[in-house]
Every structure is written in C-alpha cells, then in structure tokens.
C-alpha cells in the first residue's frame, strides 16, 4: 500500500490517500474502510443519453464518486471489495443523495475521511505501508490425491489452488494405473507451484501432509526441477521445511506451524507468532485456567488489575456495526498497552485467528492467577453476555 497523503492525529477527524498495490492491500482497505466514513475515489457509471431522433444510447463513463459509507464487502476469493454508499458531492453523472456501489480497484488512488482515527487505525495503516511486510511464506498441505497451496501473509492465509486427482488403490495387476495417477497428481501439484509462489519474496516453504505423500512428493519437485532446467526451482530446495500432520486439509497447516521442528525456521514470520499466542493460551487453559481468561467480560477485570501479560483480538471486533462496541474494544486495547501488556491483533482469515474466534474473538494471558474472576461469576459462562462477535460486521466472503 501507497500512502499519498495524511492529514489526521490521533483521535481526531481527517483525510487518508492511499493506493493499493496488490491484494493483501484490498484486506487492509476493508479493516480500514467502516459505515460512515467518506470515501473518494474514481469510478464507471452507466449512463444514458438521448439523441436528437430519440435514439437512447448506453455507455460507460469514468467520473469521481465521494461516498458517505453505509456497506462494505469483501470477497477473498477473488480479491474484489464493494463499497457500497450514498453520494455527497454532486456531479453531472450522480445526483446529489443518489445511492452506488463501487469497487475499489488495484493501483488507484482512494481518499478516506473518518471522524476519528483511533489506535486501531493506526496501527493498520502502519501495517499496510511498511514495505517489510512481504508474505515470506508458503505452504503445500497434501494427503494423496488431495493438495491445496497456500500463501501465508502478514494478514490472511490465501489458498491459491486446491489440487484433486482421483488416484485408485493400489491393488495387484493394478499398480501402473496408481502410479500413473500418482505422477499427475503429483506434476499438476508442481506446475501450480512453480506458477504462484514467487520466490524472490517466499523464504520457507511448510510442506505438511500424512504418511510418505509429501516426502515423495519432494523427491518429485526436485526432479522435476532438474528436468526443466529452472535454476531458481533447483535452488529453493533448502527452503523446504517438512511436517507430519493429520491430514491434507487447510485446517492441518496450524498443526505445521505449530511444531515446535519448525519453530526456528518460522520464527520471524507474523504467522508463526500468532500460532505460537494461541497454542500457548489453550496450553495454559488446561495447566493453569486462572492465568488464561476470554470473552470482554473476564479480559476486562484481568485488565482493571493491570494483570495481563499478552492480550489477543481478533481484527473483526474493530468492523463492528455498532460505534460504542467497536470503541469499547479499542479503550480496552489501548487500556491494556499502557498497563504494558502485549497486544496481538489477529487477522479472521488466519488459521488462529478462527481458532481466537472460537473463543468469542478476545482472550488474554495473565501475569498471575486470578481466580476471583471466574468464582465471581458464579457459573456464568466467560464468553461476553453483549455478544461481541455477533455485534461484529459479518465475515467477507
């Protein structure tokens, strides 16, 4: 992400021109983006006109859209995010008060307006415009007949492609039919590959599956490398880390990043960090629940005794619809960082950050056992009575 131009402080109203430069950045414009900002940016319009024979002609026009904010929708799978708004500045091609939809668009400049950029904000904006912030790595997880690649960057985890080639059993009289489904499986794995993952960014590779498919899957990559002469391919080997999971799923890419075998190569990725804050507070959960606590509620007593030690928010708490919740979660957030807790804000398109979902999106670490808290609720469940999460704007798609 590009950032043209700032004229705000924080806690206080201004302007934002930013230009996104690849997908990641659109993730970041929907964290960024809320009902009620202004935002400004050039869009298409149909628009219709009548000739002098009474003739009616379509066409599209580009012209300047300023949009007081009421929806905002993400779509992952294909990158693409729609804002949808009621026009506040007039023009010749949308009256004033007309409501449009418009998406935001890779490489073009877009001005947001907000009544208050908060910690929040901050912070995201930081995120999106350090140009350190490259997605350093991939992930192939693999059972037989059943591959997805991923990339896993500072935000999310994108699939890139999901690999499936029916491979029969391996029977007697039957073997050349297996094998040959094997080494299709195993190319069509390969060529998607060595198509998505660029690797003048991607520094480690998890290569995580069940059994032996991965392992001879490698073997594959190598020689395949070596058949088409791609020096780069022939010299990433040393970046492949392998893992035995449970299965070729998505959801087993936590249990690669998890491993403790895998921990030092990972170690400076955001990824690798979020999983090793999760992994710890269920551990602590189990060996010593009153150091571990979720949901607003319980956080924000640990939180009045200046007991926490790591605090964990899911980022969809701040796209809340309602203005009092989201602001309470960031008073809770900046509350704690000046009671001098860690605070990790995790992405809901990454794996832990579903798992910290599960746990009504907040939970804390503390630097001593309290106790009192979950005996003063006298059986309550610790999960927020308000709802948090369901207050939050819905999951993109």
Partial sequence: MKLIKKDFSKDGAGMLKLVPGEPE??????????????????????????????????????????????DVDFDTSVGVMRVSGQNVVENRFVKLGAHHTLEL?????????????????????????????????????????????????????????????????????????????????????????????DFDVVQCVVLAGPGFTKDEFFDHFQKRAVQSEDKTLMGVRNRFVLVSVSSGHKDALREALADPGIAARLADTKAAREVKCITDFYKMLDDDPDRAYYGYNH??????????????????????????????????????????????????????????????????????PMPEIAEEDDGVDSSDEEGPVDDAAPAPS
């Fill in 25 to 70: 950045d659109m993730w970041h414009a929907y964290n960024l983006i809320a009902p009620g900002d202004t935002l400004t940016t050039t869009t298409t319009r149909k628009v219709k006109s009548e000739s002098a024979t009474g003739s009616v002609d379509t066409k599209k026009v580009r012209t300047t859209l300023t949009l007081k904010v009421v």
């Fill in 299 to 368: 956080v924000a007593r640990a939180n009045e005794a200046q007991a926490i030690d790591t605090l964990m928010v899911t980022d969809s708490l701040f796209r809340s619809a309602d203005i009092p919740t989201r602001r309470r979660y960031i008073a809770l957030v900046e509350s704690a960082q000046e009671n001098g807790a860690t605070v990790r804000i995790f992405s809901s398109l990454h794996v832990s950050g579903e798992r910290l979902a599960a746990l009504s999106g907040i939970a804390a670490l503390l630097r001593y």
């Fill in 105 to 197: 668009e890779l490489h073009r400049a877009f001005t947001l307006e907000k009544a208050c950029w908060d910690t929040v904000d901050l912070e995201r904006i930081d995120q999106a415009c350090d140009p350190a912030k490259s997605a350093d790595l991939a992930a192939i997880v693999m059972e037989e007949g059943l591959a997805r690649v991923c990339l896993i960057t500072t935000s999310m985890t994108l699939t890139k492609a999901t690999i499936e080639v029916p491979i029969p059993r391996k029977r007697q009289g039957l073997g050349s039919q297996f094998e040959k489904a094997r080494l299709r499986f195993f190319d069509q794995v390969f060529d998607v590959f060595a198509r998505e993952i």
